[in-house]
């Protein structure tokens, strides 16, 4: 993984933002273009906010980005763009909560402070048979070696990513041997997902397409760019093709219908061209890349 062939501590903070809640495939796949882009804090500080939400599309949760950019520009307010280095100074700055500080500042400063996400739970909870909350922590940060807190704080993210599964592989744990739960623990239910079924409306015109911008004051991805939603007799058109897409614990299945001008909805019409330095949403890009308007 790119991230780990660094020492920089903005290029390591930009990768524990974008895996906050987004598959490592897809990181690995964004993280080099948004570094190309931005390639140290003053660059992300001086860029406007839409340029950074282009960047960002196709990771999801935009408040990350959002966040992320305000703290690119403290930093270079009251820094001099030189990143805190101890977790303690991290959490001051938004978007940046307890494990991130503390994964920022061990892997890239050497702070001996244990970081605790999802992964790394589940394996201090089996490992002492049954540990929640404040005390993973705590027993986070007794197993932590001290001489190399970052390399050991990825190793137990790997370890819960790899190994220490919701179902678990317990014939490959390294720790089996040191484990309270040895033949692991059932997996936990997840959260309930819901199926919802929607239609997109594809119009172009010439070298251009019909967009919406949703709401400044939307809860969910304010301010990005989207293809309109259509219901009613418009769904009975004819779809061209349809695809499938989840957004938090919504899966939905997208019938996309073409239009050539399309009828009572509100938008513009953008020129092809312009559409990479737009902050599209995740599944309008996708939509977009899939009907070949855009790579």
Not at 70 to 89: L, Y
Not at 158 to 167: K, M, N, Q, R, W
Not at 169 to 180: E, H, T, V, Y
Request: with cysteine; charged share 20%.
């Amino acid at each position: 993984m790119p991230w780990r062939e660094t020492q920089d501590p903005y290029r390591i903070w930009i990768s524990e933002v974008m895996l906050q809640q987004t598959r490592v495939a897809v990181v690995r796949e964004r993280y080099t273009e948004f570094v190309r882009s931005f390639p140290d804090v003053s660059r992300l500080a001086r860029a406007p906010a839409g340029q950074v939400l282009a960047a960002w599309s196709g990771l999801g949760y935009y408040r990350r980005a959002r966040s992320l950019h305000a703290a690119a520009k403290i930093v270079c307010r009251t820094r001099g763009g030189v990143v805190p280095r101890s977790s303690a100074e991290l959490r001051a700055l938004p978007g940046i909560g307890r494990y991130t500080a503390a994964a920022l500042a061990s892997i890239a400063f050497g702070e001996p402070v244990a970081a605790v996400d999802g992964n790394v739970a589940r394996v201090v909870s089996r490992l002492f048979g049954g540990e929640q909350g404040k005390m993973c922590w705590e027993r986070a940060q007794q197993l932590l070696c001290v001489q190399r807190p970052g390399d050991f704080n990825q190793a137990m993210m790997e370890l819960g990513a790899t190994v220490c599964l919701p179902a678990p592989r317990c014939a490959a744990c390294p720790i089996s041997w040191a484990c309270a739960t040895r033949a692991g623990s059932p997996a936990r239910p997840g959260c309930k997902r819901t199926k919802r079924e929607v239609s997109c409306c594809l119009a172009t015109l010439a070298d251009k397409v019909f967009l919406e911008r949703r709401p400044h004051h939307a809860s969910l991805m304010p301010g990005m760019w989207q293809l309109p939603e259509v219901a009613g007799r418009e769904r009975q058109q004819g779809t061209e093709f349809s695809l499938r897409h989840s957004i938090t614990n919504i899966d939905y299945l997208v019938h996309v219908t073409r239009s050539r001008r399309p009828r009572g909805l509100q938008g513009r019409w953008i020129r092809t061209c312009h559409l990479q330095r737009l902050p599209l949403t995740g599944l309008t890009r996708k939509i977009l890349r899939r009907a070949g308007i855009i790579q």
